[in-house]
């Protein structure tokens, strides 16, 4: 088993900075990709950005490309979310996600999940 915890967010302005950071532990496999989700309020769970565990690509989606950015830590079991000029339409609860699937962007694909940190950006 696979257990996931999710720290950083909080409440910003819009344009601020925030950074998500997510820590596996248990039986995890530095080949796991890790991904990023969110789900605002009344809105079905969506992919924000995936990074590969063995070479480190990386893929995310339209809406925050050139704006945030995924990066593997030290120990390679923990992924940072670094999230610049944030929008309101960014508020959502973030979730980060960890399976064998490299880059997968559905969320069936993913097999362990944290329990989410809350991001609010005020306008």
């Known amino acids: 088993q696979v257990q996931l915890v999710e720290s950083g967010g909080g409440l910003v302005q819009t344009g601020g900075s925030l950074r998500l950071f997510c820590a596996a532990s248990?039986?995890?496999?530095?080949?796991?990709?890790m991904a990023w989700f969110r789900q605002g309020p009344g809105k079905e769970r969506e992919f924000v950005a995936a990074i590969s565990g063995s070479d480190g690509r990386t893929k995310y989606a339209d809406s925050v490309k050139g704006r945030f950015t995924i990066l593997r830590g030290i120990p390679r079991n923990t992924v940072y979310l670094q999230m610049n000029s944030l929008k309101p339409e960014d508020t959502a609860v973030y979730y980060c996600?960890?399976?064998?699937?490299?880059?997968?962007?559905?969320?069936?694909?993913?097999?362990?999940w944290g329990q989410g940190t809350q991001v609010t950006v005020s306008s």
């Open positions: 996600a960890a399976g064998s699937s490299s880059l997968a962007t559905m969320t069936s694909e993913y097999d362990y």
């Open positions: 248990g039986r995890t496999k530095s080949s796991y990709a």
